[in-house]
């Protein structure tokens, strides 16, 4: 049998491996995800065939769970982009607030947006709305900017359908209507947290109008007129209403729902809740959904088309997930949990120590290699290892994962050039932002997993 302190050796080393593939060799993620399992696999004691069958048994257990969901997810959220139902969705909650409070109303809508739809979208979405509330009450674009950071990267990290959270239930072995209740209360909480202190901070005068603002570039009015112009065609044609905009959102969230509190009501859960709880059928039914709401305003080709271009994106996102799934099975099948447990402590005395480690780790492979889903898989991956000796239940320790996942968000971050770019900001402009936007949401995620985990034993 390996020794502990071997096995935390091979973590180590397999953890600089994934960041040495993707930062040095440019590597995918993927990629170096699971030459970092044959390292992982060899150092922790496994011999090479059993390393290999573990990698594909990992990739294929979390295709399992999530593969179909996730592919769902993605269609639904083109579909609504494509339809004009998340525009609808963006400017009914944007409306609903004052002038004066409008980017709170923003915020919201980035939150609500980012359940079903990438944060690139939500962004690119959302921005010229915010580009108009900014010139009309004359704020600086540095408020703006910040406030849909803060909302869609909530969302994105602790909000299922969304992969990393919708893959927490299933790496953790808890109910995905726990990780959906808890994350939408955690998530709402932290924008309107997150907002708050992030607005007190640029009252401070931290912008810098001259430096922070990229004069050369003309995006945000284009953005505008492009927006007005979109406007102006669809005030001529048919759109979906609020409440048909909102049915692919609230399908699936009913659907978990109800199957969560069938197994809470009942001694034995109702096959009918067990079937429509099921995330496949969840995300099913939501992106059928998606198809009725869209079908009047895109036509069977323009469906057909968006599906296609979902499917796109969705390939990259499903593969560094399933590595993510290789990963946690060859951690666990060296057995380096019993290790870090050793050094932690077990019971309620492990709850901080783990739930910093947690936040830790995600927290260094966000800063070192950008990508939010691959730092909040890796700590995932190697928290599910020990969360059963944690006095606490795993979706706290998922939320730690996941907010170490969403910390610092910058130049080696594509959704920090969405944010720049899209907003007309230089990399200042961006760092003050999106950045820090980023980073107090997340912080305000951990602090709020650290209370749960200490009074809330669910």
């Known amino acids: 049998m390996t020794s502990p302190g071997l096995l935390i050796l091979a973590l180590v080393v397999a953890i600089a491996v994934i960041l040495f593939c993707i930062i040095v060799l440019k590597l995918n993620a993927a990629i170096g ?14 011999d090479l065939l059993t390393t290999t069958s573990t990698i594909a048994s990992g990739f294929g257990n ?13 269609i639904l959220g083109q579909l ?31 939150f609500i947006l980012s359940i079903p739809v990438f944060f690139d979208v939500t962004f690119i979405i959302l921005i010229p709305i915010g580009i108009t509330i900014a010139s009309k009450i004359d704020l600086k674009m540095g408020y703006v900017t910040g406030c849909l950071t803060i909302g869609a990267t909530t969302a994105h990290c602790v909000v299922p359908p969304t992969p990393n959270p919708l893959a927490a239930a299933d790496i953790f072995g808890f109910d995905l209507g726990i990780m959906l209740i808890v994350g939408l209360i955690v998530g709402f909480i932290t924008v309107m947290v997150s907002n708050f202190i992030y607005i007190k901070i640029h009252d401070q005068g931290i912008w810098n109008e001259e430096k922070d603002v990229n004069h050369s570039s003309n995006v945000t009015e284009e953005l505008v007129a492009a927006r007005e112009g979109r406007k102006s065609q669809e005030d001529r044609t048919k759109k979906p ?18 199957g969560t509190i069938g197994g809470a009501l009942f001694a034995e859960k109702p096959v009918i809740c067990s079937f429509l709880g099921d995330k ?3 995300m099913l039914l939501g992106t059928l959904g998606a198809y009725l709401v869209s079908l009047p305003y895109l036509g069977k080709n323009g469906i057909e088309k968006s599906a296609g271009e979902a499917l796109k994106s969705a390939g990259v996102v499903l593969l560094i997930t399933g590595a993510g799934g290789s ?10 949990g019993d290790a870090i447990v050793g050094l932690l402590g077990t019971n309620t005395t492990s709850i901080l120590p783990a739930m910093f480690l947690a936040y830790g780790i995600g927290l260094v492979f966000r800063v070192a290699q950008g990508s939010g889903t691959v730092a909040g898989m890796t700590s995932m991956g190697i928290m599910a290892t020990i ?11 998922a939320l730690a994962c996941l907010s170490g996942g969403n910390s610092i968000g910058h130049v080696n971050d ?23 936007g980023s980073f107090i949401s997340s912080v305000c995620i951990f602090v709020l997993a650290i209370i749960g985990a200490l009074i809330i034993p669910l």
């Open 80 to 110: 609504m982009n494509d339809s004009g139902a998340a525009e609808v969705i963006a400017d009914k909650i944007v409306s609903a607030f004052p002038a004066k409070k409008a980017i709170w109303g923003l915020s919201i809508a980035g």
């Open 241 to 258: 209403s609020l409440l048909i905009s909102l049915l692919p959102i609230i399908i699936p969230v009913v659907c978990i729902l109800f």
């Open 327 to 336: 990963f946690a099975s060859v951690i666990t099948a060296t057995g380096i």
């Open 414 to 436: 594509s959704g920090f050039w969405v944010a720049t770019n899209m907003s007309g900001l230089t990399v200042t402009g961006g760092l003050k932002t999106y950045t820090l």
């Open 387 to 397: 969360a059963p000796a944690i006095g606490c239940h795993p979706v706290w320790i």
């Open 33 to 46: 995800m699971v030459i970092a399992c044959l390292v992982m696999g060899v150092m922790g004691g496994l």
């Open 62 to 74: 979390m295709m399992t769970s999530i593969g179909l969901p996730v592919g769902f997810g993605t």
């Open 280 to 282: 496949v059928i969840a």
